[in-house]
């Protein structure tokens, strides 16, 4: 198995003042994979991302991410969805653009991606009328925009019901696969990591795994 990765994290480490996060922590993340990663609540599964995104500093060990673009390559998904009320829902997607585009072209982009995500026609609708599923598609489709080489996704349904958050686990597992993106897909729920993942890993596996060397 010799596949390229996205990302690598060898030995990495984290501590906040006297509590220890996580001790000598590696993974690999190939291109075009889906990583879930299955932890209690509590364990670290944030502060990882946001190592791995650059919003904390990991104490030691690497953190590599294969692509030219480093961490402008990474997109991320927050548990609550963060969109902005005074625009409205097309206003939200298009901050997520990274290409140049016309207005038109922009406004045909914005229709097909609603669409995609069974939002169709949503463009003039204000965020706060959007309900908890639509409007983590809104910020997923955001997202998706970007064109990150990564996708992390830290339990972006935990507030939804069990149905929307099931459904949304595998539309997203599509959406991913469509647009060859490589994800960490961060999440309590075994049934909702089985549905997304390529591979689900436990988090204190990633932890002994690097004893191996
Ligand atoms: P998870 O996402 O797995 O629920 P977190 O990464 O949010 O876990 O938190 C892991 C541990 O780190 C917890 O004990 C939490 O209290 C602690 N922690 C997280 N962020 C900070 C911070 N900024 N300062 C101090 N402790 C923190
Ligand atoms: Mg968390």
Redesign the pocket.
Known sequence: MNKDFVLKIEHSSKH?DA?K?FEGLSLRLNANEIVAIL?P???????LLRCIVGLEKADSGTILIAHQRGTESIGYLFQNPILYPHLNTAGNIALGFSERLTKQEKKNRIEQELISVELGGFETRAVESLSGGEAQRVALVRALLGDPKVLLLDEPFSALDLETRRSLAVQTRQWLKQRSIASIHVTHDPEEAELIADRVITWDSMIAVNEEE
């Open positions: 906040f509590v996060v932890g609540s509590g364990c670290g599964k944030s502060t």
